[in-house]
């Protein structure tokens, strides 16, 4: 069983910057593809980021393309996810997940373990 904590959340104003963080625990971290998704009320979960084992694949949602950074130390077991220039539209709660099945997908349903969540506000 892989248990997720993200970190990292907060208020800030738009066009800040805010660093959220994965830490894994329980499994072998290296073998999961690791997503980042975000619900904002009333909406859907949908992916903003995902990133392959090794960290060199990587996966953007149109709406944070040059805005969002993904990466990972598998040293550490933890992933992040860098987002500058933030909007009022990227006010969600953020969610990170681990997919063991090593197909790079970008659905929810795909992803069997997630964390509790954090909560990003962007003012406008």
């Known amino acids: 069983q892989v248990q997720l904590v993200e970190s990292g959340g907060g208020l800030v104003q738009a066009g800040g910057s805010l660093r959220l963080s994965c830490a894994a625990s329980g499994g072998t971290f290296s073998t999961y593809i690791m997503g980042w998704f975000r619900q904002a009320p009333g909406k859907e979960r949908e992916c903003v980021a995902a990133?392959?084992?090794?960290?060199?694949?990587?996966y953007y949602a149109d709406s944070v393309k040059g805005r969002f950074t993904v990466s990972r130390d598998n040293s550490k077991n933890t992933v992040y996810l860098q987002m500058n220039s933030l909007e009022p539209e990227d006010t969600a709660v953020y969610y990170c997940?681990?997919?063991?099945?090593?197909?790079?997908?970008?659905?929810?349903?795909?992803?069997?373990?997630w964390g509790q969540g954090t909560q990003v506000t962007v003012s406008s």
């Open positions: 997940a681990a997919d063991y099945t090593n197909i790079f997908q970008t659905i929810a349903p795909a992803y069997d373990y």
């Open positions: 990133i392959t084992r090794s960290g060199v694949g990587t």
